[in-house]
């Protein structure tokens, strides 16, 4: 079933795909480590670490893009190592949208994150402590289940915003059909050529049902999760 | 042998202002022998939980040494504290606090997958047996009753193999008749966990029902220490101050009458007649007499509807728990019953120490402490 | 004003000075000797292609300097100004780096043909980065494939849509690599972001504008392509329909393409011509 795309018209809407779950699966938990740190410790400067995650939500696309450049592009500080010593490229590379997509979408994890974390009832945990459970155990045990909905509810929407991400990936990553050339790209592509409206137009439906099945599907997962966590 | 000493301030917060507490500091110290039940008694607010939490290990206090067997788990001075995962004081919360995520039998595992190889306890059958929730364990936690929550918190506990059961206030949260189901329970546990148990309550009855030493406490402070019957005879403490203030004795059930439909129970001073029990022949009781249904006659009475009528001696006359009324002990043999007078009735007939009096009781009040069926 | 027929008309209301009578026909006279001041001196809107950018900011200062409003600047691709005067945009004047973008306008009968000229011109570079080594001479049959080595990419903009990559597209197909390279452009959404790659290294070598270049500290120009490879790169101006009668759009633009600006046009690298 074509669906009357090409098959250019499928990569951009396949790699989307990729992109979207490569830039979910790296940040997730780093996520969760992140918001274990701002809602349950006390170290000093958290203040600060918390408005740097959420720098991605109020600084320009663009600049994220520039910023991670400067950064993980092969001059960059922590890009010249990763070339050097393991011969990894980012800029130009699918690895790269999941990047630049991973940093535009990691505030909406931690945030859904930090959220399911602070509705865990610490009064279970301490009657895990009783119960023998140590650090490691009682987070695996108990924690992280029941924390579970706040980080399948990040994951959907840093998946939906992942499949959005135009401004960062074209900037770092540039835009490359069949390497980096995710859906928006492709769009904004067709829409800066005169005639391309057409093909634009069936990309952005692509889109726009890709979303709305990411969504049905979360609904589905949260309402298993809420049996599953005894809440009816 | 647990033993308790800590020194702990709260601090003045928002939250106790609005509650009109300025705080106030926990300075105590006591200690229990090895087996039964310990009651933590006093009223809310008293640090009772703060006590039992700084035992489990949940709650550092600012200055406090805690030994349980030997093995020192808190120590301030010397900067020891071992984390509550290794005390093996296993904990039965006011709100049960099951896992919402596992189902009731993991709930049970849970703390008998983490109990070391060696520990010894009862098997998972014979827990699920003496709590009854054999039904219920694929349910989970949502759906089941208050009652069914704590008697499965209760069986997580004991599977845990704990060297000591903490229990914080655990029948608080239920309405009487859940408490009338899980209170049997309770007394079923004690008897076969064999194990020693820190209860934290401010409900007198299960005192009566479970403990074996009462430890009293008031505003951060332990009143008395000591057992049951022991303390329910000292008219200076604010144990004498309640409605149901009077002597607590221990009895053993010796004979039922169905034709009569009487039951009989010996105590040191003597026999009692109840109405019809189902407890066996030579089970153990408790019955608190209330003060206040013990009637002093100086001339034995006749014609009285009370079955209880016993020869006993005025021993002391004093402290008064109003200012018109005042306690009066009476020894019957060795054991001593309380009973509440106005001071008029006791000019009116003369009382005073030394003399030989009948001591009338109305009413008693039975308080399973015996062994289970 | 018009004069009435009555003679006896009571003198205007006193505007601060006695004087008023005879203040009339001196400022008359003198918003006559000033062009374009007559009109309601609202700023222009300027739309441009960003890599007219920097030429233009100074004549846009050297405009203001001579007593009129500073004019408003928008620079962006081309292909999205074109777009947006299409949609309605504001504009007074249209700078486009293609032909085509300009052409779409006039299709649409969107600017004045009377007012488009194409005098500002360009030249097409290879650059690399600056430390680079690369050398190459640009005529048929260039090995800039080998140049770029196994994994390069070249950076240039988008050939579907930016003006800068359909002239690269042009020269590759002259220099006969456009079928080695296709595959391999790194396609930027303008010439800037394609300069960007060059500079952080992420492309060994890039095809952009001769100006471009040479504003740039990061990359050295290694070799120009020959004008006869791609197009003419010219920038043709035009007055937009909504600002057909608009006396001081005009005179930016005769300001813009005339002699007094060729000065600062080559200052900045384009080419001028007469």
Known sequence: MSLGLSPEEWTAVRLSLEVATRSVAVSLVPAVAMAWVLARTRVPGRTLLDALVHLPLVVPPVVVGWALLMLFGIR?????????????????????????????????????????????????????????????????????????????????????????????????????????????????????????????????????????AGLLLAELLARRMGRWLGRG | MLEVALRHRFEASAWRAARRDDGFALDLAFASPEAGVTALFGPSGCGKSTVLSAVAGLLRPQQGRVVLGGEVLLDTARGVMVAPEKRRCATVFQDARLFPHLSVATNLRYGLRRAPRDATGPGFEEVVGLLGIDHLLHRRPAGLSGGERQRVALGRALLARPRLLLMD???????????????????????????????????????????????????????????????????????????????????????????????????????????????????????????????????????????????????????????HETFVRLAIGPATLLARLTRDSVARLGLVPGQAVWAVIKAVTFDRSGSPS | MAAGPEPARPPAPDRGGGRSIHRRPLLAAAALALPGVAQAQAPLTVFAAASLQDALRDLGKQWESRGNPAPRFSFAASSALARQIEQGAPADLFLSADEAWMDYLQNRNLVVNATRVSPIGNALVLVAPKDSAASVTLGRGADLAALLGPNGRIATGDPAHVPVGRYAQAALEWLGQWQALAPRLARADNARAALLLVERGEAPLGIVYATDAAISPGVRAVATFPAESHPPITYPVAVTRRAEGNAAARDFLAFVTGPEAAETWRRFGFSLAR
Request: hydrophobic share 50%; charged share 20%.
């Open chain 1, 76 to 212: 960059g500080p922590i890009g010249a190592p990763l070339h050097d010593w393991f011969g990894i490229r980012l800029v130009f590379t699918t690895n790269g949208a999941a990047l630049a997509t991973a940093v535009m979408s990691f505030p909406l994890i931690v945030r859904a994150v930090r959220l399911g974390l602070e509705h865990v009832d610490t009064g279970l945990e301490a009657a895990a402590r009783t119960l023998g459970a140590g650090p490691l155990d009682r987070f695996v045990t108990v924690t992280l289940p029941l924390m579970s909905p706040g980080i399948l509810a990040g994951a959907v929407t840093a998946f939906a915003a992942g499949l959005g991400e135009f401004g960062a990936v074209i900037t770092f990553a540039s835009n490359i059909p069949g390497e980096t050339q995710t859906l928006p790209l492709a769009i904004y592509s067709a829409t800066q050529t005169p005639g391309g409206e057409a093909m634009a137009a069936r990309l952005a439906a692509i889109s726009f049902a890709l979303a709305v």
């Open chain 2, 169 to 323: 206030e655990p029948l608080a949260s239920l309405d009487a008749g859940r408490r009338a189901e899980v209170l049997p329970f309770l007394t079923r546990l004690r008897h076969a966990a064999r194990l020693p148990i820190l209860y934290v309550t401010h409900a007198l009855d299960e005192v009566d029902a479970l403990a074996d030493r009462l430890v009293l406490l008031q505003a951060g402070r332990v009143l008395a220490e000591g057992s049951v019957e022991t303390l329910s005879l000292r008219t200076d403490l604010p144990l004498a101050a309640r409605r149901d203030a009077g002597a607590v004795l221990a009895c053993t059930v010796l004979g039922h009458d169905p034709a009569r439909g009487l039951t009989r129970l010996g105590f040191a001073g003597g026999e009692l007649t109840l109405p019809l029990r189902d407890e066996p022949v030579g089970s153990d009781a408790r019955l608190r007499i209330r003060a206040r249904d013990v009637a002093v006659a100086t001339e034995r009475p006749r014609g009285l509807s009370t079955q209880n009528l016993l020869p006993a001696q005025v021993t002391g006359i004093g402290d008064a728990p109003s200012p």
